[in-house]
């Protein structure tokens, strides 16, 4: 996060010892110090202060280097990534994005959230994403535990998950949600996308269904490859891009297309074919991520999303907000 110090906390010297500890996060380049005014800053009782644990050289030399990334972060994101959320340190807390020295450290130093359905296999899914887009600020960030997977275990556990989170720490709720659409059909709207849209209005977060059934269905041709199942990868690769991104990957096609009414979506499928997609890649697939990430490449992800190949980006990009 962007963090300000108001002028009342930096002459109140019974704030100093917080704010020396604050200083430590920019120290490890984890937030961002900010001000619209360096010479209040650098003028100020607190900053010239050899009373506490860093002495005014210290401070000068970690102000200098952080007005330097935060001009060269506006100048390069405009505020639309790492460091985006900003908060002001002042005397007492007056809301989420004004906080009280104490309620200012404890939101900085808490992780920034990932939600969602399920930690182990979604990500895996995300680290993936990462590495075949060499997105070295999220890679970093996780590394650090500055960003973290929250668990929720389905859609149905979005609320209490989103309130329990709310009531964690003070400050901005640092938090994005991400979760399978569970679509079976290109226009059908789920109840993912629903409890998705409500929730994260509510709460004032960033939420994301994919627009694939599920995160499986961005495995590329050559990660399937590796899956052992050689029928059904060969009837997969026969399908369209379209047939490929509403397929059950898990479990394949019903035994009775009519059971989902995807009778039109597969009706140019041969038979044949259809028998052999009704096994799929089977419940663990997902694995196929993290078993051979290498041959995960940015491109190819973008390649098989034709509807919007700059819909990964745009997710790992509201993820960076959340540093």
């Known amino acids: 996060m962007r963090v300000e110090f108001s002028v009342q906390v930096l002459s109140d010297e019974n704030c100093w010892r917080i704010l020396d500890r ?17 010479e209040t800053v650098e003028k100020s009782p607190w900053f010239l202060s050899e009373k506490e644990s ?4 210290t401070r000068k030399k970690l102000f200098e280097e952080s007005v330097k990334r935060e001009s060269y972060l506006r100048a390069e994101s405009m ?20 906080l009280a ?18 930690a182990e296999s979604d990500s895996v899914f995300v680290r993936a994403i990462i590495q075949a887009f060499n997105n070295v600020t999220l890679y970093e960030a996780l590394e650090m535990k500055w960003l973290s997977f929250k668990h929720m275990g389905g859609c149905g556990q979005l609320e209490r998950t989103l309130r329990r989170l709310r009531e ?3 400050g901005p709720m640092r938090a994005v949600v991400l ?14 996308e629903r409890t998705v849209r409500e929730l994260c209005g509510e709460y004032d977060i960033e939420g994301y269904v994919l627009k694939k059934r599920e995160a499986e269905n961005y495995l590329p041709i050559p990660l399937l490859n590796n899956s052992g199942e ?17 397929f059950d990957m898990k479990h394949g096609l019903p035994d009775d297309c009519d059971l989902e009414s995807q009778t039109d979506l597969y009706a140019d499928v041969d038979k044949a074919d259809i028998q052999r997609l009704t096994k ?19 491109e190819d992800l973008k390649c098989i999303c034709e509807d919007d190949p700059e819909e990964l980006p745009m997710i790992l990009k509201a993820f960076e907000k959340l540093i």
């Open 101 to 118: 020295p104490d309620d200012a450290y404890s939101a900085l130093n808490r992780a920034g959230y990932i939600v969602v359905e399920d």
């Open 79 to 98: 505020g639309d990534g790492p460091h985006a959320i900003r908060i002001v340190v002042c005397q007492t807390s007056d809301d989420d994005y004004s």
């Open 22 to 38: 604050i200083v430590h996060f920019f120290d490890e380049e984890r937030h961002l110090w900010f001000a619209d005014d360096p």
């Open 168 to 170: 964690e720490a003070p």
């Open 280 to 298: 799929g890649f089977g419940k663990e697939c997902w694995k196929l991520f993290e078993r051979h990430v290498r041959l995960l490449k940015g």
């Open 54 to 57: 860093r002495g005014k050289d």
């Open 230 to 246: 050689i029928a059904v990868f060969r009837a997969f690769k026969r399908l369209s891009q379209l047939q490929r991104d509403f």
């Open 179 to 192: 979760t399978d659409s569970d679509r079976r059909l290109p226009d059908e709207e789920t109840k993912n």
